[in-house]
């Protein structure tokens, strides 16, 4: 069957985007929970020996009322820090004098509201992949303490962000969501949560209250930390703790038990503002326990101790007597329990250790060889000698206290060792559906690498055998060796991997799609093996010469793959594309003046290259193996260098053009940083949003300007696509419709981009026009050479507009624009067009470039080959990198987000080829 290059290699990227998602769907690890049935059991009762202790009922709450005040993005510094002493002193003054338990709270990255919520109620780590699913939070159905405390009758009251009322549709007897998307508003947002305050706090039906301020997170998202709207915003929040802790402590007088005011954060803030990954700025979050429970005597001083956000929910659960939610894997904070009678801190202690052990004993296979699980065994023995004593009541105090206290060391030791052993379980991969997908992955790209020298040849297509008889017996001895292996591995004991829960005609599709790539991948080699023995007895036909632009193309590509290997290159990746695309540019710009003062003959399309070996990564080159036939230009295709033909101001345009896409690269560069290292360097950006407000209005402007400037360059693009089609009739089928398909997509991103980054769409235009009009279209370089530019400018204008590598940039507010209220599918499509613009545009700008310019549509199935290749080598060999590196420490918090960027490029490759293919099909029918 033959094939166009084309459609091979969007066959070959839809694959790999198979292939990734499987990787992914093994890679980020399902959660540490417990399927235990909720209601079914009764409380673990107290421990004893001998003598029968009764006390099997959960212990009574701690506290009559509970309010939780959660201020979004409440960095550990703004409660804590100098800010914190200049904006909140009623809450500096409970932390330093008043009776209150301060501590670091360290969420988990992803350090994303939603998956912070329910680690703070449910206490499990949730997994990696919920950021993906924060934009749309479906019901909490793992055990919580709202469920418990519902359960248990309380009366749950909700005020703040949304996203509360999805997790906990029926919970609440009253509640008022705020909607978290329209993030430039920070006053409205709070104002509606604080309205209902003064009635709230006077009425005496509810037992539970529950905040959530979006406000300062907002700020964050705009401005950043240090913006100057911070502090009245801390200080709003101060007056607002202030009012509730005050109406608290005078019903407090009428109440038998104390009540807890919680004030905490979900996540903290990055010093560009963000929030997302694992910067200490980022996880650090401040946690108060406020209560007369915690009193002190005068000369107590405390200072915040550092704990994991996941121990609030076993601390809520006691101090409302409730019993700890099943996939807890956080810790009681002791503190909170350390002034009650030690037969009550013990029976916390156990509760809190039964439930972890059990977690533990339903996770792990081998929990009894865990120390957590041993460590536990021997508190449980202690614990019961001393309820023993205890109950005998002919023992001294002393002695019975100091043995308790021993209990209570070795309890909090097996508290921190199951801990521990269960967020070790936490990390654990699914190693089977992570080697299917890499397998899956890398045969693709084998099959890529093997059609290069057919699908880059004049006719740019590719005979694939798939039927012969070879193969096809080749591909049953594959298909069932494969599935026998299947079976193996899903009987094996001890494996819950995604695959082995499939149907079988999913798993055995799976097979039958690797078996297929293995047979097809072993014919091309064989056949490769055929034809060099043929071609070692025709001497090459020339001796190859590699132009400056191969070489950089070629060790560019390679480059940019091998260091996605380090963690700081993956963090600072913008610094690698800015090298690259200023090296191209004064490489081309070497090129021209070699051409124009030296009359140096080498334009690349008349350096031959034929037969040189290659390696597979570079494909630059592989253009001009398909020669002058190749790669003929509508206009002059006979003309040797239309260089010559430039006269006067244009051939000086020629020689000024790789310095004007420099200082156009060197503006953007400066518009946003990114990265980590200089992320708080200001920046161009910064000072347009941030500054005074005289510079506030520049964003405006700006967009005017920008959008008067936008229609221009399309003008101009407009203006030649036509000139090309007046030129040459038989072209008109194919650029009409792609120029304004290129004008809807330009006018999209400007409705999508933040304002101040609307230059940076102004400037991509005015570079592609200038690349196309001096550099390409004169200097007539190869399909490939072309396809590989396009992609680098393509990778660094995505980071010029400010994306990094990192989920904290990505600008979620995209994807609400146009739209009234939140719909998924569209606000998802729109954040991902936004983020991706740059290779977006760059990309639909080839499409263009190569269907108006090139004679034959070869051109563009060749294109379309080196894309696909250009773009899958990167995530197909960083998947086998990140397997590699699994263990590495940053692995949660610069390689998994990596990965994710890779895998929707990938996704939005996979469309630029189908488009490609589309394209090139119509072109063939017209
Ligand atoms: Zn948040
Ligand atoms: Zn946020």
């Known amino acids: 069957m033959r094939l166009g290059s084309g ?3 969007a066959g070959c990227v839809v694959i790999e985007v198979l292939g990734v998602a499987l990787f992914l769907r093994g890679f980020f690890p399902a959660p540490v929970f417990s399927g235990a049935e909720r209601q079914a059991e009764s409380p673990a009762p107290e421990p004893s020996a001998g003598a029968t202790s009764n006390w099997t009922e959960l212990p009574p709450p701690l506290f009559s009322k509970v309010v939780i005040m959660l201020i979004d993005a409440l960095r550990d510094d703004f409660v804590f820090g100098s800010k914190g002493v200049k904006f909140m002193p009623y809450t500096t003054y409970l932390v330093e004098k008043g009776s209150s338990l301060s501590f670091v709270a360290e969420a988990k990255p992803p350090t994303v509201t939603m998956p912070r919520i329910k680690a703070l109620l449910t206490g499990s780590l949730p997994g990696f992949i919920d950021v993906v699913r924060n934009l749309n939070s479906p019901t909490l159905l793992e055990d ?29 007897v009253e509640y008022d969501g705020t909607t978290s998307f329209f993030v430039s508003d920070y006053t409205e947002v709070d104002n509606n949560v604080t309205r209902h305050l003064d009635k709230v706090l006077k009425r005496q039906d509810w037992d539970v209250l529950i905040l959530h301020y979006l406000g300062l997170d907002h700020i964050g998202h705009i401005s950043g930390p240090s913006s100057p ?69 005068p000369g107590d001083v405390r200072h915040p101790t550092h704990v994991q956000q996941t121990d609030l929910a076993a601390t809520l659960s006691i101090g409302l007597g409730l019993p700890i939610p099943k996939s807890n894997t956080g810790s009681l904070m002791f503190r909170v329990v350390e002034r009650r009678p030690m037969r009550e801190q013990l029976r916390f202690l156990h509760l809190n250790t039964v439930q972890l052990s059990k977690l533990l004993q339903e996770n792990v296979p081998s929990y009894t060889k865990e120390p957590g699980f041993e460590q536990f065994k021997v508190s449980e023995r202690l614990h019961r000698n001393w309820v023993r004593l205890h109950l005998e009541e002919n023992n001294s105090e002393e002695a019975l206290f100091n043995l308790g206290a021993k209990v209570r060391r070795q309890y909090l030791d097996a508290l921190r060792m199951l801990r521990l052993s269960l967020t070790r379980r936490a990390a654990q991969y699914d190693v089977y559906s992570m080697a299917v997908g890499t397998v899956l992955v890398l045969e693709a790209l084998a099959l890529l690498l093997l059609g290069v020298p057919q699908a880059l040849s004049s006719k740019a297509e590719l005979d694939v055998p798939l039927l012969s008889p070879v193969s096809s017996l080749l591909f049953g001895l594959l298909l069932l060796a494969l599935a026998a292996l299947h079976v193996v591995v899903c009987t094996a004991a001890d494996s819950s991997c995604y695959l082995c829960g499939l149907p079988w005609l999913a798993a055995g599709g799976v097979m039958a799609l690797t078996a297929a790539l293995l047979c097809a ?61 200023n090296t191209l540019c004064l490489a081309l710009c070497h090129q021209i003046y070699r051409h124009c003062f030296l009359g140096d003959d080498c334009a690349p399309q008349r350096c031959p290259h034929t037969g040189e070996e290659f390696d597979g990564v570079e494909v630059a080159l592989q253009g001009k193996r398909a020669g002058p036939e190749g790669w003929e230009l509508s206009h002059a295709p006979k003309e040797p260098s239309s260089l010559e033909a430039f006269r006067g101001p244009e051939r000086w345009m020629v020689l000024a053009s790789p310095w004007l896409v420099l200082a156009c690269c060197r503006l953007l560069r400066s518009l946003n940083q990114t990265g980590v290292q200089w992320a708080h360097r200001p920046d161009l950006g910064h000072w347009l949003t941030r500054g005074a407000p005289s510079h506030q209005k520049w964003p405006w402007r700006l967009a005017c300007w920008a959008s008067i400037a936008t229609g221009q360059p399309l003008e101009m693009c407009c203006s030649h696509g036509n000139k090309t089609t007046k030129t040459f009739q038989n072209f008109t089928a194919r650029t009409v419709g792609l120029w304004e398909i290129h004008s809807g997509l330009v006018l999209l991103a400007a409705l999508l981009l933040r304002p101040h980054n609307l230059p940076v769409l102004v400037l991509s235009l005015v570079v592609q026009t200038v690349m196309t009009q001096f550099i390409w279209r004169p200097l007539r370089h190869g399909a490939a050479a072309v396809t590989v530019m396009h992609y680098w400018f393509g990778q660094a204008f995505f980071y010029f507009q400010g994306n990094s590598n990192s989920i904290a940039t990505v600008d979620i507010s995209a994807g609400f624009v146009g739209l009234d209220a939140y719909m998924e599918i569209p606000a998802m499509f729109l954040t991902a067009f936004a983020t991706y ?28 080959f080196c894309y696909a290749l250009v773009c899958s080598a990167p995530a197909s060999v960083y998947i086998l990198m990140v397997t590699s590196l699994r263990y590495h420490l940053f692995i949660w918090s610069v390689f998994s987000p990596k990965l994710l960027y890779e895998g929707t490029h990938l996704l939005a490759t996979a469309a630029v080829c189908i488009f490609f293919t589309a394209v090139d099909q119509t072109n063939t029918k017209a």
């Open 837 to 864: 613009s740059g290779p977006v545009l760059w990309a639909s700008h080839l499409v263009n470039f190569l269907t108006s310019e090139a004679s034959s549509g070869s051109a563009l199935r060749r294109a379309c």
């Open 521 to 581: 991948g072993m014919s091309a080699l064989t056949r490769i093996f055929a034809g060099g023995q043929c071609l070692t007895q025709t001497p090459p036909q020339s001796t190859s010469r590699w132009s400056e632009l191969d070489l950089l193309s070629f060790l560019g590509t390679v480059g940019h793959v091998l260091s996605l290997g380090a963690s700081s290159f993956i963090e600072e990746e913008h610094q690698t594309w800015y090298f690259l695309v």
């Open 144 to 172: 919580n303490v709202i469920t418990r405390a519902k359960a248990a009758g309380k009366r749950i009251i909700f005020y703040g962000d949304e996203t509360w009322v999805k997790l906990f549709p029926k919970h609440f």
């Open 229 to 297: 709207l911070i502090g009245p915003k801390l200080s709003e929040m101060d007056s607002i703790l202030m009012k509730i802790h005050t109406s608290l402590l005078s019903e407090e007088r009428e109440a038998l038990l104390p009540s807890l005011l919680a004030l905490c954060g979900d996540h903290g803030m990055s010093e560009a503002g963000g929030h997302g990954a694992s910067s200490m700025e980022e996880v650090n979050t401040a946690l108060v326990l406020i209560s007369s429970a915690f009193e002190r005597k």
């Open 7 to 9: 459609t091979f290699a």
